[in-house]
């Protein structure tokens, strides 16, 4: 008989269509869990369900939102959490890495987009699904990159907003033991 590792479990992901996020969810999938994942490609979003539930072990529901929106970024845990009734991991991951440019190509208005795309939304999504997590004793991984170590040529908006999840993981790591939450990146 094959162990299903999460099975049962209710596992949210965002930016799950495509890249990494997809990746994550086929492995949840294939595990037995019960996955939400987001994107704000409506075709891709609906025919990845069709595909996953027609072949996974698990359960896969796809919910189309727009992460650099507060209320879509809420309605998405909502909807999580009344069809599952739980969550159990939240995997932070919908953002994007912008073609190489150096300061001087790069406007404040579009580092404030940056920011709400690559990091105001992991802060968002923890904030909406913590009061779940710490039922459950569930866990946080947010998706950052070794560019935030390392820093990388025409990239200085990417990188500062990969460095600030990491520096945001440690420290929500740090509040959330108490409640038996894990944080990783």
Known sequence: MTSLRYEEKVALITGGSRGIGKGCVDVFVENGAKVVFCSNDD??????????????SGKALFIYGDVTQESDIKNIVEKTVEKFGRIDCLI??????????????????????????NLINYFLFSMYSL???????????????????????????????????????????????????RVNS
């Open 92 to 117: 932070n991951n919908a953002g994007t890495h912008p073609l190489s440019h150096t300061i001087d190509e790069f406007s404040a208005e579009d580092f404030r987009k940056l920011l709400d795309l």
């Open 43 to 56: 075709t891709e979003g609906q025919d990845m369900e069709r595909n996953l539930n027609s072949r996974g």
């Open 131 to 181: 009061p779940h997590l710490r039922k459950t004793d569930g866990n946080i991984i947010n998706i950052s990159s070794l560019v935030n170590q390392l820093g990388q040529e025409q990239a200085v908006t990417y990188v500062a907003t990969k460095g600030a999840i990491t520096s945001m993981t440690k420290a929500l790591a740090i509040d959330e033991a108490k409640y038996n939450v």
